[in-house]
């Protein structure tokens, strides 16, 4: 552990194919994300890949499987102040390094909002866009990264599904697709593309 400002704890080590990787958390929400993210860029990261949990908006996802974000709509206010406009892509290489990995259970877009709970009179709008999941976080990382010329994707576990009623995924199941999550993520930002 190297850092643990503002309760955020960081990690640096050397990932299985010998580069440096750091894990550092962003808290939740946009505002928190886009701090961390100007640092670790100003500190030299160039490839930023947001892994966490979001919530299914279709039917056709299940709890616990994984999804790459190839964009995110942006809901949400730190995105669009940092000039987002309606979508922001993720960075095509990290992107295709996810897809390759053959872990990802879904691809699409993801909606970022400022409110994980709470924006059931959204729900349709999402949809309507085309929106697989809602979460909180990268459509900030994907402006900023685009903004400061470092790449950016996203790795998601379904942990929540709205549908019908909302459902949340047991903690075995989580802790089984955080190990999932975790072994793509690294096959990603190892990946040479």
């Given amino acids: 552990m190297f850092n643990h400002n503002r309760g955020l704890w960081g990690y640096t080590g050397q990932?299985?194919?010998?580069?440096?990787?750091?894990?550092?958390?962003?808290?939740?929400?946009?505002?928190?994300?886009?701090?961390?993210?100007a640092e670790l860029i100003d500190l030299g990261a160039e490839r930023l890949l947001r892994?966490?949990?979001?919530?299914?908006?279709?039917?056709?996802?299940?709890?616990?499987?994984?999804?790459?974000?190839?964009?995110?709509?942006?809901?949400?206010g730190t995105s669009r102040a940092l000039g987002a406009g309606e979508r922001v892509p993720?960075?095509?290489?990290?992107?295709?390094?996810l897809l390759g990995t053959g872990l990802a259970g879904a691809e699409g877009a993801v909606v970022s909002t400022d409110l994980f709970y709470g924006a059931e009179d959204r729900e349709a709008v999402w949809l309507e866009a085309g929106a697989l999941a809602v979460e909180m976080e990268a459509a900030t990382l994907f402006t900023l990264a685009a903004r400061r010329g470092?790449?950016?994707?996203?790795?998601?576990i379904v942990s929540d599904l709205l549908f019908d009623s909302r459902r949340r995924i047991e903690p075995e199941r989580l802790e089984e697709a955080e190990r999932r999550l975790g072994e793509l993520a690294v096959g990603a930002?190892?990946?040479p593309y």
């Fill in 51 to 76: 892994v966490g949990t979001c919530c299914g908006l279709r039917e056709d996802l299940e709890l616990g499987q994984l999804l790459v974000a190839s964009e995110a709509i942006s809901d949400d």
């Fill in 15 to 37: 990932a299985p194919d010998g580069q440096p990787l750091t894990i550092q958390s962003t808290g939740m929400g946009g505002p928190s994300t886009a701090i961390v993210v």
């Fill in 189 to 191: 930002v190892s990946s």
């Fill in 150 to 156: 470092a790449e950016a994707g996203c790795a998601l």
């Fill in 90 to 97: 993720a960075s095509e290489g990290l992107r295709s390094a």
